[in-house]
Protein backbone atom coordinates (compact mmCIF):
# COMPACT_ATOMS: atom_id res chain seq x y z
CA UNK A 1 0.00 0.00 0.00
CA UNK A 2 3.09 2.65 0.69
CA UNK A 3 4.57 1.83 -2.44
CA UNK A 4 1.44 2.69 -3.96
CA UNK A 5 0.53 5.37 -2.34
CA UNK A 6 4.51 6.73 -3.20
CA UNK A 7 3.62 5.89 -6.75
CA UNK A 8 0.26 7.84 -7.12
CA UNK A 9 1.97 11.05 -5.08
CA UNK A 10 5.05 10.78 -7.45
CA UNK A 11 2.58 10.71 -10.18
CA UNK A 12 0.35 13.58 -9.15
CA UNK A 13 3.73 15.98 -8.13
CA UNK A 14 4.82 15.40 -11.75
CA UNK A 15 8.48 13.95 -10.49
CA UNK A 16 8.59 10.45 -12.34
CA UNK A 17 11.77 10.27 -14.35
CA UNK A 18 12.36 10.79 -17.72
CA UNK A 19 13.98 8.46 -19.94
CA UNK A 20 17.66 9.04 -20.92
CA UNK A 21 18.45 9.16 -24.73
CA UNK A 22 21.86 7.77 -24.60
CA UNK A 23 21.91 9.04 -27.98
CA UNK A 24 23.58 12.46 -28.93
CA UNK A 25 22.73 14.26 -32.16
CA UNK A 26 25.31 14.86 -34.48
CA UNK A 27 27.76 17.66 -33.88
CA UNK A 28 28.49 18.48 -37.86
CA UNK A 29 24.78 18.77 -38.34
CA UNK A 30 24.05 23.23 -37.82
CA UNK A 31 21.79 23.01 -34.78
CA UNK A 32 17.90 24.54 -37.01
CA UNK A 33 18.45 21.82 -39.37
CA UNK A 34 19.25 18.90 -36.46
CA UNK A 35 15.52 17.91 -35.75
CA UNK A 36 14.69 17.53 -39.83
CA UNK A 37 13.00 14.31 -41.49
CA UNK A 38 13.75 13.08 -44.52
CA UNK A 39 10.04 13.72 -46.87
CA UNK A 40 10.54 10.89 -49.32
CA UNK A 41 7.19 11.55 -50.73
CA UNK A 42 8.99 14.91 -51.87
CA UNK A 43 10.69 14.48 -55.12
CA UNK A 44 12.13 17.03 -57.55
CA UNK A 45 9.36 16.55 -60.22
CA UNK A 46 7.03 17.93 -57.82
CA UNK A 47 6.16 21.80 -58.44
CA UNK A 48 5.50 23.28 -55.53
CA UNK A 49 4.56 26.87 -56.97
CA UNK A 50 1.89 25.37 -59.34
CA UNK A 51 -1.60 26.63 -59.01
CA UNK A 52 -4.10 23.99 -58.34
CA UNK A 53 -7.16 24.78 -59.90
CA UNK A 54 -10.43 24.57 -57.27
CA UNK A 55 -13.16 24.34 -59.05
CA UNK A 56 -16.92 24.40 -57.71
CA UNK A 57 -18.05 21.53 -55.76
CA UNK A 58 -21.22 19.42 -56.16
CA UNK A 59 -24.28 20.79 -55.28
CA UNK A 60 -25.05 18.37 -52.23
CA UNK A 61 -21.68 19.07 -50.69
CA UNK A 62 -21.40 22.75 -51.11
CA UNK A 63 -22.20 24.34 -47.68
CA UNK A 64 -22.42 28.18 -47.59
CA UNK A 65 -20.06 30.82 -45.73
CA UNK A 66 -21.64 32.22 -42.42
CA UNK A 67 -20.56 34.93 -43.25
CA UNK A 68 -21.22 37.76 -45.99
CA UNK A 69 -18.32 39.71 -47.56
CA UNK A 70 -18.34 42.80 -49.49
CA UNK A 71 -15.97 45.53 -50.53
CA UNK A 72 -17.50 49.19 -52.28
CA UNK A 73 -15.28 51.21 -54.38
CA UNK A 74 -16.07 54.75 -55.56
CA UNK A 75 -15.63 55.58 -59.54
CA UNK A 76 -14.95 58.90 -61.37
CA UNK A 77 -18.00 60.70 -62.85
CA UNK A 78 -16.27 60.47 -66.82
CA UNK A 79 -16.59 56.48 -66.12
CA UNK A 80 -20.27 56.52 -65.44
CA UNK A 81 -21.68 56.35 -69.38
CA UNK A 82 -18.86 53.10 -69.76
CA UNK A 83 -19.54 51.17 -66.49
CA UNK A 84 -23.66 51.40 -67.19
CA UNK A 85 -22.66 49.93 -70.63
CA UNK A 86 -20.88 47.04 -69.72
CA UNK A 87 -22.50 46.26 -66.12
CA UNK A 88 -24.73 43.51 -67.46
CA UNK A 89 -21.41 41.38 -68.82
CA UNK A 90 -19.66 42.49 -65.95
CA UNK A 91 -22.58 41.23 -63.20
CA UNK A 92 -22.87 37.88 -65.73
CA UNK A 93 -18.79 37.00 -64.97
CA UNK A 94 -19.47 37.27 -61.56
CA UNK A 95 -22.26 35.31 -61.18
CA UNK A 96 -20.22 32.29 -62.99
CA UNK A 97 -18.22 32.61 -60.14
CA UNK A 98 -20.28 33.31 -57.02
CA UNK A 99 -20.32 36.99 -56.59
CA UNK A 100 -22.64 39.06 -56.78
CA UNK A 101 -22.16 43.35 -57.77
CA UNK A 102 -24.04 46.44 -57.51
CA UNK A 103 -23.70 50.30 -59.42
CA UNK A 104 -24.92 53.29 -57.35
CA UNK A 105 -24.81 56.00 -59.59
CA UNK A 106 -26.26 58.59 -57.16
CA UNK A 107 -23.59 57.67 -54.64
CA UNK A 108 -20.96 56.81 -57.14
CA UNK A 109 -19.90 53.70 -56.12
CA UNK A 110 -19.81 50.04 -56.83
CA UNK A 111 -20.18 47.00 -55.01
CA UNK A 112 -18.64 42.95 -54.69
CA UNK A 113 -20.11 40.78 -52.26
CA UNK A 114 -20.29 36.84 -51.74
CA UNK A 115 -23.51 34.57 -52.08
CA UNK A 116 -24.80 31.92 -50.78
CA UNK A 117 -23.29 30.13 -53.99
CA UNK A 118 -19.95 31.69 -52.99
CA UNK A 119 -17.30 28.48 -53.12
CA UNK A 120 -14.01 30.50 -52.85
CA UNK A 121 -13.44 32.55 -50.14
CA UNK A 122 -10.47 34.72 -52.26
CA UNK A 123 -12.19 35.20 -55.25
CA UNK A 124 -14.13 38.20 -53.92
CA UNK A 125 -10.64 39.60 -53.47
CA UNK A 126 -10.08 38.93 -57.01
CA UNK A 127 -13.99 41.01 -57.52
CA UNK A 128 -12.72 43.81 -55.38
CA UNK A 129 -9.64 43.99 -58.23
CA UNK A 130 -11.83 43.92 -60.96
CA UNK A 131 -14.20 47.10 -59.73
CA UNK A 132 -10.39 48.56 -59.00
CA UNK A 133 -9.61 48.44 -62.79
CA UNK A 134 -12.65 49.43 -64.07
CA UNK A 135 -12.39 52.33 -61.64
CA UNK A 136 -8.73 53.64 -62.83
CA UNK A 137 -10.01 53.02 -66.83
CA UNK A 138 -9.24 49.47 -67.61
CA UNK A 139 -11.80 47.89 -70.04
CA UNK A 140 -14.00 45.25 -68.84
CA UNK A 141 -13.11 42.26 -70.91
CA UNK A 142 -9.10 43.07 -70.24
CA UNK A 143 -10.43 44.19 -66.34
CA UNK A 144 -11.98 40.67 -65.78
CA UNK A 145 -9.10 38.32 -67.08
CA UNK A 146 -8.20 39.06 -63.02
CA UNK A 147 -10.87 36.21 -61.84
CA UNK A 148 -8.24 33.65 -63.22
CA UNK A 149 -5.81 31.90 -60.94
CA UNK A 150 -3.21 32.76 -62.40
CA UNK A 151 -3.07 36.90 -63.03
CA UNK A 152 -3.19 39.27 -60.56
CA UNK A 153 -3.36 42.93 -60.83
CA UNK A 154 -1.46 45.97 -58.82
CA UNK A 155 -2.16 49.78 -58.94
CA UNK A 156 0.46 51.66 -58.37
CA UNK A 157 0.57 55.55 -57.08
CA UNK A 158 2.63 57.51 -58.54
CA UNK A 159 1.35 60.91 -57.57
CA UNK A 160 3.03 61.80 -54.46
CA UNK A 161 6.65 60.82 -55.48
CA UNK A 162 7.37 64.26 -57.78
CA UNK A 163 6.56 67.35 -56.53
CA UNK A 164 7.11 69.46 -59.72
CA UNK A 165 3.68 69.36 -61.88
CA UNK A 166 6.09 69.56 -65.29
CA UNK A 167 8.36 67.23 -63.87
CA UNK A 168 6.02 64.53 -62.92
CA UNK A 169 3.92 65.10 -66.61
CA UNK A 170 7.79 64.54 -67.99
CA UNK A 171 8.48 61.39 -66.37
CA UNK A 172 4.98 59.99 -66.28
CA UNK A 173 5.45 60.42 -70.30
CA UNK A 174 8.74 58.64 -70.14
CA UNK A 175 6.96 55.24 -69.18
CA UNK A 176 4.62 55.73 -72.13
CA UNK A 177 7.40 56.74 -74.46
CA UNK A 178 7.31 58.11 -78.24
CA UNK A 179 4.37 56.62 -79.66
CA UNK A 180 3.69 54.16 -76.56
CA UNK A 181 7.14 52.10 -77.69
CA UNK A 182 8.70 52.06 -74.05
CA UNK A 183 5.23 50.93 -72.72
CA UNK A 184 4.79 48.25 -75.56
CA UNK A 185 8.31 47.27 -74.33
CA UNK A 186 7.88 46.81 -71.14
CA UNK A 187 4.94 44.98 -71.58
CA UNK A 188 6.40 42.24 -73.99
CA UNK A 189 9.04 41.36 -71.64
CA UNK A 190 7.10 41.56 -68.39
CA UNK A 191 3.91 39.50 -70.12
CA UNK A 192 1.84 42.41 -68.33
CA UNK A 193 -0.93 44.62 -69.60
CA UNK A 194 -0.02 48.60 -68.29
CA UNK A 195 -2.25 51.63 -68.62
CA UNK A 196 -0.90 55.04 -67.12
CA UNK A 197 -3.68 57.30 -66.01
CA UNK A 198 -3.69 60.16 -64.14
CA UNK A 199 -1.57 59.69 -60.89
CA UNK A 200 -1.80 55.83 -61.25
CA UNK A 201 -0.60 53.15 -63.24
CA UNK A 202 -2.07 49.68 -63.48
CA UNK A 203 -0.81 46.70 -64.20
CA UNK A 204 -2.29 42.77 -64.99
CA UNK A 205 -0.33 39.49 -64.93
CA UNK A 206 1.82 37.02 -63.19
CA UNK A 207 2.84 38.10 -59.59
CA UNK A 208 6.82 38.34 -60.96
CA UNK A 209 6.07 40.37 -63.75
CA UNK A 210 4.11 42.50 -61.27
CA UNK A 211 6.88 42.84 -59.09
CA UNK A 212 9.46 44.34 -61.99
CA UNK A 213 6.96 46.63 -63.68
CA UNK A 214 6.62 48.28 -60.41
CA UNK A 215 10.36 48.71 -59.69
CA UNK A 216 10.28 50.16 -63.59
CA UNK A 217 7.51 52.76 -62.50
CA UNK A 218 8.79 53.71 -59.12
CA UNK A 219 12.44 53.97 -60.42
CA UNK A 220 11.59 56.23 -63.37
CA UNK A 221 9.51 58.32 -61.41
CA UNK A 222 12.86 58.83 -59.48
CA UNK A 223 14.74 59.81 -62.56
CA UNK A 224 15.88 56.74 -63.69
CA UNK A 225 14.90 56.00 -67.46
CA UNK A 226 13.22 53.11 -68.02
CA UNK A 227 15.38 52.35 -71.79
CA UNK A 228 18.10 50.99 -68.26
CA UNK A 229 16.01 48.02 -67.06
CA UNK A 230 14.29 47.22 -70.29
CA UNK A 231 18.30 46.27 -71.37
CA UNK A 232 18.26 44.35 -67.92
CA UNK A 233 15.47 42.51 -68.64
CA UNK A 234 16.49 42.17 -72.16
CA UNK A 235 20.29 40.37 -71.29
CA UNK A 236 18.46 38.06 -68.39
CA UNK A 237 15.92 36.59 -70.70
CA UNK A 238 18.56 35.72 -73.11
CA UNK A 239 20.93 34.71 -70.15
CA UNK A 240 17.70 32.30 -68.70
CA UNK A 241 18.35 30.58 -71.98
CA UNK A 242 21.72 28.92 -71.38
CA UNK A 243 21.21 25.97 -69.17
CA UNK A 244 25.17 26.01 -67.98
CA UNK A 245 24.07 29.08 -66.21
CA UNK A 246 21.01 28.21 -64.16
CA UNK A 247 23.07 28.27 -61.23
CA UNK A 248 25.52 30.86 -61.52
CA UNK A 249 25.21 34.76 -60.83
CA UNK A 250 24.62 36.72 -63.46
CA UNK A 251 26.08 39.83 -62.44
CA UNK A 252 28.96 39.98 -64.18
CA UNK A 253 26.57 39.95 -67.42
CA UNK A 254 24.35 42.81 -66.56
CA UNK A 255 25.13 46.16 -67.10
CA UNK A 256 26.39 48.62 -64.21
CA UNK A 257 25.16 52.42 -64.45
CA UNK A 258 25.73 54.81 -62.94
CA UNK A 259 23.75 55.78 -60.06
CA UNK A 260 25.01 59.27 -58.90
CA UNK A 261 23.89 62.34 -61.14
CA UNK A 262 26.36 65.86 -60.92
CA UNK A 263 23.85 68.43 -59.76
CA UNK A 264 24.28 71.74 -61.69
CA UNK A 265 26.09 73.58 -59.72
CA UNK A 266 28.58 70.98 -59.40
CA UNK A 267 28.91 70.55 -62.96
CA UNK A 268 29.26 74.26 -63.15
CA UNK A 269 31.94 74.11 -60.55
CA UNK A 270 33.80 71.26 -62.75
CA UNK A 271 33.56 73.15 -65.92
CA UNK A 272 35.03 76.48 -64.20
CA UNK A 273 37.71 74.55 -62.56
CA UNK A 274 38.83 72.89 -66.34
CA UNK A 275 39.22 76.69 -67.68
CA UNK A 276 41.23 77.88 -64.80
CA UNK A 277 43.10 75.51 -64.69
CA UNK A 278 43.28 75.60 -68.75
CA UNK A 279 44.07 79.12 -68.72
CA UNK A 280 46.80 78.92 -66.00
CA UNK A 281 48.94 75.70 -68.22
CA UNK A 282 47.70 77.24 -71.55
CA UNK A 283 47.03 80.98 -71.36
CA UNK A 284 43.57 80.24 -73.58
CA UNK A 285 40.76 80.70 -72.83
CA UNK A 286 37.68 77.77 -72.96
CA UNK A 287 36.60 78.65 -76.46
CA UNK A 288 40.54 78.38 -78.12
CA UNK A 289 41.42 81.58 -78.81
CA UNK A 290 44.54 82.42 -77.99
CA UNK A 291 44.64 85.03 -74.85
CA UNK A 292 46.58 86.59 -72.70
CA UNK A 293 47.03 85.09 -69.44
CA UNK A 294 44.43 85.70 -66.78
CA UNK A 295 45.61 88.25 -63.92
CA UNK A 296 45.41 86.02 -60.64
CA UNK A 297 41.97 86.78 -58.80
CA UNK A 298 42.37 89.02 -56.10
CA UNK A 299 41.29 87.26 -52.50
CA UNK A 300 38.74 88.75 -50.95
CA UNK A 301 39.30 90.52 -47.41
CA UNK A 302 39.28 88.02 -44.40
CA UNK A 303 36.76 89.06 -42.33
CA UNK A 304 37.45 90.58 -38.45
CA UNK A 305 35.87 88.04 -35.96
CA UNK A 306 33.82 89.41 -33.26
CA UNK A 307 32.58 87.29 -30.79
CA UNK A 308 29.82 89.25 -30.55
CA UNK A 309 26.52 88.48 -32.63
CA UNK A 310 24.97 90.86 -35.15
CA UNK A 311 22.33 93.20 -33.92
CA UNK A 312 19.01 91.85 -33.64
CA UNK A 313 16.65 93.51 -36.77
CA UNK A 314 13.80 95.27 -36.07
CA UNK A 315 10.52 93.44 -36.63
CA UNK A 316 7.32 94.67 -38.29
CA UNK A 317 5.57 95.82 -35.22
CA UNK A 318 8.90 97.32 -34.25
CA UNK A 319 8.78 99.63 -37.91
CA UNK A 320 4.96 100.23 -37.06
CA UNK A 321 5.76 101.18 -33.43
CA UNK A 322 8.68 103.87 -35.19
CA UNK A 323 6.55 105.86 -37.66
CA UNK A 324 3.33 105.77 -35.55
CA UNK A 325 1.53 103.23 -37.46
CA UNK A 326 0.96 101.16 -35.04
CA UNK A 327 -1.59 103.67 -33.32
CA UNK A 328 -3.61 103.90 -35.99
CA UNK A 329 -7.37 102.73 -36.70
CA UNK A 330 -8.34 99.73 -38.73
CA UNK A 331 -9.85 102.34 -41.19
CA UNK A 332 -6.84 104.88 -41.23
CA UNK A 333 -4.13 102.04 -41.88
CA UNK A 334 -6.64 100.87 -45.10
CA UNK A 335 -7.29 104.26 -46.28
CA UNK A 336 -3.34 104.10 -46.11
CA UNK A 337 -2.87 101.16 -47.50
CA UNK A 338 -5.70 102.10 -50.52
CA UNK A 339 -3.83 105.40 -51.51
CA UNK A 340 0.19 103.69 -51.79
CA UNK A 341 -1.78 101.12 -54.04
CA UNK A 342 -3.18 104.03 -55.89
CA UNK A 343 -0.06 105.45 -56.38
CA UNK A 344 1.67 102.35 -57.30
CA UNK A 345 -1.24 101.62 -59.81
CA UNK A 346 -1.18 105.38 -60.85
CA UNK A 347 2.60 105.28 -61.96
CA UNK A 348 2.63 101.56 -63.78
CA UNK A 349 -0.14 103.00 -65.88
CA UNK A 350 1.93 106.27 -66.79
CA UNK A 351 4.70 103.85 -67.63
CA UNK A 352 2.87 101.89 -69.65
CA UNK A 353 0.96 104.48 -71.49
CA UNK A 354 4.57 106.43 -72.08
CA UNK A 355 5.53 103.14 -73.89
CA UNK A 356 2.20 103.04 -76.00
CA UNK A 357 2.76 106.63 -77.21
CA UNK A 358 6.66 105.65 -78.36
CA UNK A 359 5.22 104.55 -81.00
CA UNK A 360 3.81 107.28 -82.16
CA UNK A 361 6.55 109.56 -82.09
CA UNK A 362 8.37 110.69 -85.44
CA UNK A 363 12.09 110.56 -86.09
CA UNK A 364 13.46 113.25 -86.61
CA UNK A 365 13.41 114.23 -90.61
CA UNK A 366 16.05 115.78 -92.98
CA UNK A 367 14.39 117.94 -95.42
CA UNK A 368 15.82 118.54 -98.73
CA UNK A 369 18.00 121.16 -99.70
CA UNK A 370 16.12 124.18 -101.55
CA UNK A 371 18.12 125.55 -104.70
CA UNK A 372 19.91 128.38 -103.09
CA UNK A 373 21.42 126.46 -100.91
CA UNK A 374 22.18 124.00 -103.65
CA UNK A 375 23.97 126.74 -105.77
CA UNK A 376 25.49 128.32 -102.66
CA UNK A 377 26.69 124.46 -101.75
CA UNK A 378 28.44 124.23 -105.97
CA UNK A 379 30.04 127.77 -105.32
CA UNK A 380 31.62 126.87 -102.39
Not at 134 to 145: M, W, Y
Not at 276 to 288: I, K, L, M, Q, S
Not at 338 to 360: C, H, S
Amino acid sequence: MASTSAASSSKSKGKAPAPVDSAEPPTDVPKNKRHRKEKPWDTDDIDHWAIEAFPAPAADSHRPFTEESSFALLFPKYREPYLRSVWSSVTSSLEKVGLACELDLVQGKMTVKTTRKTWDPYIVFKGRDVLKLLARGVNAPQALKVLQDDIACDVIKIGGLVRNKERFVKRRQRIVGPNGSTLKAIELLTDCYILVQGNTVSAMGSYKGLKEVRRIVIDCMNNVHPIYRIKELMIRRELAKDPKLVNESWDRFLPKFQKRHLKTSEKTAKKNAVLDRRVETHGEAGDGSATVAAAPKPKPAKKVYTPFPPAQQPSKIDLQLASGEYFLKPKEKEAIEKKKREDRQKGVAEERRAQREEAFIAPPETAEPTVHERKRKRRE
